[in-house]
């Protein structure tokens, strides 16, 4: 019930195009469910992130699409470029009181090269 | 920009040695975390830490494993006694107060079991 199912596992897209990756999630108490970009030797970084009371959340090229009855939710880049080339990698974990210190549980992540 | 820093990049040990893995959180931020990453593979949680305490821990985090924070500033992961499957990159995250779950994480630290 803890799990994070990502797909695809990897993802091939020519410059401009919109990659798009999907994840699903089983934990309904889950309900803050960010994206981190990966890049070869670093850790990931915080992307943008969505919670449950929309449905949609747009920050620069990227987008989050939510869709809560079906326990699901994507990513979008818009314009991508040979520069967003990394390992994407959806999460998802409940806030807990005052923010609380929940760990995030990861999708197995997206290897998404952008061709020029 | 403030960010999470993680020392040594690379440790690499004997199977059986304890390890420490060091980590300094940004520093206005109250709750720190440790993941591991193998090779490959998704970045799975280790333990939260809260007020000085263990707020949560995945089974994964057994009797080997332990957290301290032996400053206002470290906070550290340590390996009582490692195995190979310990072979990994560990990440220190933090976040913090009332700033929904937006953990930051350091760079890691690649550690490898012979």
């Known amino acids: 019930q803890q799990q994070v199912k990502q797909s695809p596992q990897s993802l091939i897209v020519q410059k401009g195009g919109i990659p798009i990756i999907n994840c699903a999630y089983e934990?309904?108490?889950?309900?803050?469910f960010p994206w981190y970009q990966q890049f070869p030797g670093k850790g990931p970084a915080l992307l943008i992130a969505?919670?449950?009371?929309?449905s949609e959340k747009k920050e620069g090229r990227f987008t989050i699409s939510f869709n809560k009855s079906a326990k699901q939710f994507s990513l979008h880049i818009m314009d991508s470029q040979p520069g967003d080339s990394a390992t994407y990698f959806c999460?998802?974990?409940?806030?807990?009181?005052?923010?609380?210190?929940?760990?995030?549980?990861f999708g197995k992540g997206t290897h998404l090269i952008i061709q020029p | 920009e403030p960010e999470v820093t993680q020392t040594p990049s690379h440790q690499v040990t004997q199977m059986g040695q304890e390890v420490i893995l060091r980590c300094v959180p940004i520093?206005?931020?109250?709750?720190f975390y440790w993941y591991r990453q193998i090779l490959g593979q998704k970045v799975e949680f280790l333990v939260s830490?809260?007020?000085?305490?263990?707020?949560?821990k995945s089974e994964i985090f057994d009797d080997q494993f332990s957290v301290e924070r032996p400053d206002g500033s470290n906070f550290t992961l340590k390996i009582r006694s490692t195995k190979l499957e310990d072979s990994a990159m560990y990440f220190c995250?933090?976040?913090?107060?009332?700033?929904?779950?937006?953990?930051?994480f350091g760079p890691g630290t690649r550690l490898t079991v012979l």
């Open positions: 520093s206005n931020h109250l709750y």
């Open positions: 995250a933090s976040k913090r107060r009332g700033a929904h779950n937006e953990q930051f």
């Open positions: 999460a998802a974990s409940k806030e807990g009181s005052g923010g609380g210190a929940d760990g995030l549980t």
């Open positions: 830490f809260y007020n000085n305490e263990i707020s949560e």
């Open positions: 969505i919670r449950p009371d929309v």
């Open positions: 934990n309904t108490a889950f309900d803050y």
